[in-house]
Nanobody
Framework: QVQLVESGGGLVQAGGSLRLSCAAS????????MGWFRQAPGKEREFVVA????????YYADSVKGRFTISRDNAKNTVYLQMNSLKPEDTAVYYC?????????????????WGQGTPVTVSS
């Protein structure tokens, strides 16, 4: 069984920064892809960014490209999401997800494990 635990969410002013963490446990993740998704109130969950655990290939949604950066620490089994230049429209609950494949996908249905989510609120 895989467990994903997010942390780092909070309240920040527009233009500010936050770093989210996703600690993974339960098995070896070398063949997995990890993703961050977000869900704003009244909206569907949407893809933000993903990374392959083994070789660090990344893919970003256009809405966050140039502002968000995903990274991983293999030794700690942790994935990070550095969020800079935050906007009010980035307000959402952010979820970490793991996919039992080394290929990146952007659909919710392609991910096998999910964390509980961490809320991010960006004030204007």
């Amino acid at each position: 069984q895989v467990q994903l635990v997010e942390s780092g969410g909070g309240l920040v002013q527009a233009g500010g920064s936050l770093r989210l963490s996703c600690a993974a446990s339960g098995r070896t993740f070398s063949m997995y892809a990890m993703g961050w998704f977000r869900q704003a109130p009244g909206k569907e969950r949407e893809f933000v960014v993903a990374i392959t655990w083994r070789n660090g290939i990344t893919y970003y949604a256009d809405s966050v490209k140039g502002r968000f950066t995903i990274s991983r620490d293999n030794a700690k089994n942790t994935v990070y999401l550095q969020m800079n230049s935050l906007k009010p429209e980035d307000t959402a609950v952010y979820y970490c997800a793991a996919r039992r494949s080394g290929t990146i996908r952007i659909a919710n249905i392609d991910y096998d494990y999910w964390g509980q989510g961490t809320p991010v609120t960006v004030s204007s």
